[in-house]
């Protein structure tokens, strides 16, 4: 039972442009969202966060929408540089269930092209 | 200011041994989370120690096993391993307290394989 989802396993968007990856949840007691990127042999690295009574986040070059009614968010990265290529994980936390257990999707990789 | 640490990065072992894998957290840190990701799978959470104490567990049987020492290391430990036990493990490491919104910091895994 995947709680969070991301449909698209790759992105391949052009430097300079903006790249817009997705995520869905399921679970409707998800309170906390975040995104980690992660390179080849790291681990994933704290991107950027959004509370559930929040619609938007920014942080640079960096801005995460939820919708809520949707269960759905998603990171914008603009322009796009060809050191974001990643992947990129969406995850989400339920404190209610037990605290700082984050479920995280499958992960997107983008590829940012000169 | 130095990251969470794994060792071993590499770990190969047969089925049926053990592993035990390990997992130094960010000075201060008294949190250590621990995930498993199979190949084509997300992050899948299987453990967090607090003070030295299990606070959370995610749905892994129990011969997933760990433990916290009191300088905030931890530990994981597999028995009986299992060929689908074969993965990238993570840990991660937040500050004390602060409830979900803490920022977990990664470690750059240990991959096992188990044969």
């Known amino acids: 039972d995947q709680q969070v989802k991301q449909n698209s396993p790759s992105l391949s968007v052009q430097e300079g442009r903006i790249s817009i990856l997705n995520c869905d949840y399921t679970?409707?007691?998800?309170?906390?969202f975040l995104w980690y990127k992660k390179y080849p042999a790291e681990g994933p690295t704290f991107l950027i966060s959004?509370?559930?009574?929040?619609d938007k986040n920014e942080d640079g070059r960096f801005t995460v929408f939820l919708n809520k009614s949707a269960k759905h968010l998603s990171l914008h990265i603009v322009p796009s540089q060809p050191g974001d290529s990643a992947v990129y994980f969406c995850a989400a936390s339920d404190f209610t269930g037990g605290g700082n257990k984050l479920t995280f999707g499958t992960g997107t990789q983008l590829k940012v092209e000169l | 200011e130095a990251g969470v640490t794994q060792s071993p990065t590499h770990l190969i072992k047969t089925r049926g041994q053990q592993a035990t894998l390990r997992c130094s957290p960010i000075?201060?840190?008294?949190?250590v989370y621990w995930y498993q990701q199979a190949l084509g799978l997300g992050l899948q959470f299987l453990l967090w120690y607090d003070e030295g104490e299990e606070r959370n567990r995610g749905n892994f049987p129990p011969r997933f096993s760990g433990r916290q020492f009191p300088n905030y290391s931890s530990e994981l430990n597999v028995n009986a391993l299992e060929l689908e036990d074969s993965a990238l493990y993570l840990c991660?490491?937040?500050?004390?307290?602060?409830?979900?919104?803490?920022?977990?910091?990664f470690g750059p895994g240990t991959r096992l394989t188990v044969l």
């Open positions: 991660a490491s937040s500050l004390p307290g602060q409830g979900a919104t803490d920022t977990q910091y």
């Open positions: 959004i509370s559930s009574i929040k």
């Open positions: 679970n409707s007691m998800f309170d906390y």
């Open positions: 000075s201060g840190h008294t949190s």
